[in-house]
DNA sequence: GGTATTGGCTATGGATCCATTCACTGCGAC
DNA sequence: GTCGCAGTGAATGGATCCATAGCCAATACC
């Protein structure tokens, strides 16, 4: 789920791991507080402070900053600071049409190419999926299905966007997953079963046609909840300090 | 058409005038220079170079280098050096294959809320596009014309990903406009109509079907033409030099 | 007592300088 | 003659230092 989008930025080898430059590194521990929820959507990111903690100066987290900024995980405004994302309902739903679109794209260009061995995972943590009732383990789960179904697709401009658009709704979509009813779960379930057996008949049409409907029936059951986006401004709470406590 | 996807960066007031930060103004300038086909792909764009020409030291550049790559118009390798992005005939269609997908849901958000004055402006367009021969003037009508249709579409996300697709194979549009033939083009101008006439009426539908066959016709037609991305390696021909002829 | 202006402080933006790394070239050995 | 290694050079990455733009508070004036 933390497949990091390299949106043409550094190709320097080892990707996630000990990055050998010094903004790849930043970048990618802000991108794990980020999704982690460490830091939410809304906190200021002080560079001098980021800089201090991870032992570096502060041009590298500039630059971090920059390409987090790219992902769409970050704000920066000159001269002022830098703030992690955060989206009000209606873009929040802008990301669902568009995710609307492009993942069933993604699952189409996969299909083909995808192993026996990935679709046989895929009924495994479905599996998994159905048994779950922990929140952040149902989100990991999930993140893990759906990304495994677009494993196939080639074409590295869809998967880099597809990857882009998980993680910038990360936390509100952990913030929705904890009001789901029982109902709610029960559909879920339904759709997965449906993708992956219509993704076990090589079937992209349909499995397009029941990914399409999963993301739109999501995106409006999200309508239904404004008040995932009403938290108050505390622009200035919860500072970046909460990002040095992945050490 | 150099409408400029402001990706999350510095919302530093003035846009593409005479940006206050001297990163934003670096990035205009590349960015134009780039989409103006000054900097072909694959030309190596060097930091001093750029520095030295705008006046400015070299991390602007840096930090406008990242900036494009985020927009997907330049490439950085670490410890290597920044090239014009370069698209191979898969990556072209992976870019043309999204815009199938995203281009119509553009469309359709955008239909409900045009104007009048608009539309009108639509069927001019498309009329002086009629009576074009010069294929730059082209590429500039057709750019204003789709953009323009999807200038109602209040969803800025997926407007700044219009803006960066359409960016990013500006340079390819140009080499292919190039070697359509006459037949090419009246089908364009059909294709264009019943877009223009779908829009009049209000039939969203009708409307992104037509948008989703005239961008998926290019596609196949670009996929006839392999030679557009066969040029060799030149990687340092044409070195970022050329960036200061547009002063 | 309230408001506006000014002054200081803080955090970011930019410039210069140093370290690092990659690539190219030249030489030598097989 | 060709392959491989080492050395040199240039360009990038990183650190420190300085300038500047906002923001907040304190003070003075209305």
Known sequence: MSRKPTTGSDSSGSDSAGAAVASQRVADHLRAAILSGELRPGARIMQEQVAAQLGASRLPVREALRILAAEGLTVVKSNSGAWVSRMDMAECEGVYKIRERLEPLALGESIPHL?????????????????????????????????????????????????????????????????????????????????????????????????????????????????????????????????????
Not at 147 to 167: E, H, K, P
């Open 115 to 247: 192993s026996a061995e990935q679709v046989a995972e895929l009924e495994t943590i479905a599996r998994q999926i159905e048994l779950t009732t922990d929140v952040d383990r149902f989100l990991a789960l999930d993140g893990r299905l759906h990304l495994l179904t677009y494993a196939g697709c080639r074409v590295t401009q869809i998967t880099a966007m597809v990857d882009r658009f998980w993680n910038t709704t990360q936390h509100y979509r952990r913030a929705f997953a904890r009001l789901a009813g029982d109902s709610g779960w029960e559909l879920i379930h339904a759709e997965h079963r449906l993708i992956i057996d219509a993704i076990k008949r090589a079937d992209t049409v349909d499995a397009e046609r029941f990914l399409t409907g999963h993301i739109r029936r999501t995106r409006l059951e999200l309508a239904r909840h404004p008040e995932l986006f009403t938290e108050d401004d505390h622009d200035n709470d919860h500072t970046a300090d909460a990002a040095g406590s992945a050490d």
